[in-house]
Nanobody, 115 residues
Framework: QVQLVESGGGLVQAGGSLTLSCAAS????????MGWYRQAPGKQRELVAGIFDGVRTNYADSVKGRFTISRDNAKNMMYLQMDSLKPEDTAVYYC?????????WGRGSQVTVSS
């Protein structure tokens, strides 16, 4: 079993920045893939950014050039640096990992971007 806890969400003005953190309850060295998803009200959950095989990253077109995903194996942490935030980035952001054939999710962190 793995527990994931997100933090770092909040209210920010458009153009601002936030960094989301995801803390894992065990070593993340073998987690693959790792990613951040988001779900806005009335919309389906979507992949925002992912790390595959520990190094390859991909991003949703809507966040390319503005968001950066990273992981710190030594601290059992994953991060999402979000810059140039837009009101349409408002959503609950979820940390997700794959491990041992199972999928694990955090409870989410609310990000609200005001115009």
């Amino acid at each position: 079993q793995v527990q994931l806890v997100e933090s770092g969400g909040g209210l920010v003005q458009a153009g601002g920045s936030l960094t989301l953190s995801c803390a894992a309850s065990r070593t993340i060295y073998s987690f693959n893939p790792m990613g951040w998803y988001r779900q806005a009200p009335g919309k389906q959950r979507e992949l925002v950014a992912g790390i595959f095989d520990g190094v390859r990253t991909n991003y949703a077109d809507s966040v390319k050039g503005r968001f950066t995903i990273s992981r710190d194996n030594a601290k059992n942490m994953m991060y999402l640096q979000m810059d140039s935030l837009k009101p349409e980035d408002t959503a609950v952001y979820y940390c997700n990992i794959g491990w041992g054939g199972a999928d694990y999710w955090g409870r989410g962190s609310q990000v609200t971007v005001s115009s």
